[in-house]
């Protein structure tokens, strides 16, 4: 059972370019999502997603697009990196969204992937 | 806009010393209020969480608080350790909500 996993661990790219940041679970979780960690400031929901196929903007989504088509993989994409996106981005998943509190809320999280845009 | 701070941003104790992290929240009608432990260069873990009907959890040596009403909640540590040093971050679920707006967190020091 490896919980949440993330890659790469570690990124550089140019303004402009793009990327995806893989993120996977194989604890059957329907719930998933991302979240950015700045500096000073809690982590930010990006995108999350409660089901294949079923995904929802955060409060910062602006520049980021994900896709849910299997229930272990949800990815995360760039289209046009920004330096503003210089972050360190976090997958989490839990059997069901953080409201429903006791163990099917509990998320886990992945270990984060820290991107640097020049 | 809903809410969360903690101060202090940073905390160094020696080792043993009792101590309190503190949580506040702009709006009293939360469901439900989450601690979670972060250690450098790797994701969160969940410590104890607390529903909205509920003034406190304990799990070992920690206690979560919970006071709505005043918009805060506190963690106390007793005994610390150096194996608690991490940044410590408070996650709230307001009103209707159905995901976290996370505090910036309390990078905690406890030194031998």
């Known amino acids: 059972n490896a919980g949440v996993t993330q890659t790469p661990k570690f990124q550089v790219l140019k303004t402009g370019q793009s990327m995806t940041l893989q993120c996977a679970q194989d604890m059957n979780h329907e719930y998933m999502s991302w979240y950015r960690q700045d500096p000073g400031m809690g982590l930010r929901l990006i995108h999350y997603s409660v089901g294949a196929g079923i995904t929802d903007q955060g409060e910062v989504p602006n520049g980021y697009n994900v896709s849910r088509s299997t229930t272990e993989d949800f990815p995360l994409r760039l289209l046009s990196a920004a330096p503003s996106q210089t972050s360190v981005y976090f997958c989490?998943?839990?059997?069901?969204?953080?409201?429903?509190?006791?163990?099917?809320?509990?998320?886990?999280f992945g270990p984060g992937t820290r991107l640097l845009v020049l | 806009k809903q809410e969360v701070t903690q101060i202090p941003a940073a905390l160094s104790v020696p080792e043993g010393e009792n101590l309190v992290l503190n949580c506040s929240f702009t709006d009293s009608a939360i469901y439900n209020l989450q601690w979670f432990r972060q250690d450098p260069g790797k994701g969160l873990t969940s410590l104890l969480l607390?529903?909205?009907?509920?003034r406190e959890q304990t799990s070992g040596r920690l206690n979560a608080s919970l006071d709505k009403s005043s918009g805060r909640s506190t963690l106390y540590i007793a005994a610390s350790q150096p194996g608690d040093s991490a940044t410590y971050l408070c996650a709230v679920i307001f009103g209707y909500g159905q995901n976290f707006v996370f505090g910036p967190g309390t990078r905690l020091s406890v030194l031998p």
């Open positions: 607390i529903q909205s009907s509920q």
């Open positions: 989490a998943s839990s059997y069901s969204p953080p409201r429903l509190a006791g163990i099917e809320g509990t998320q886990y």
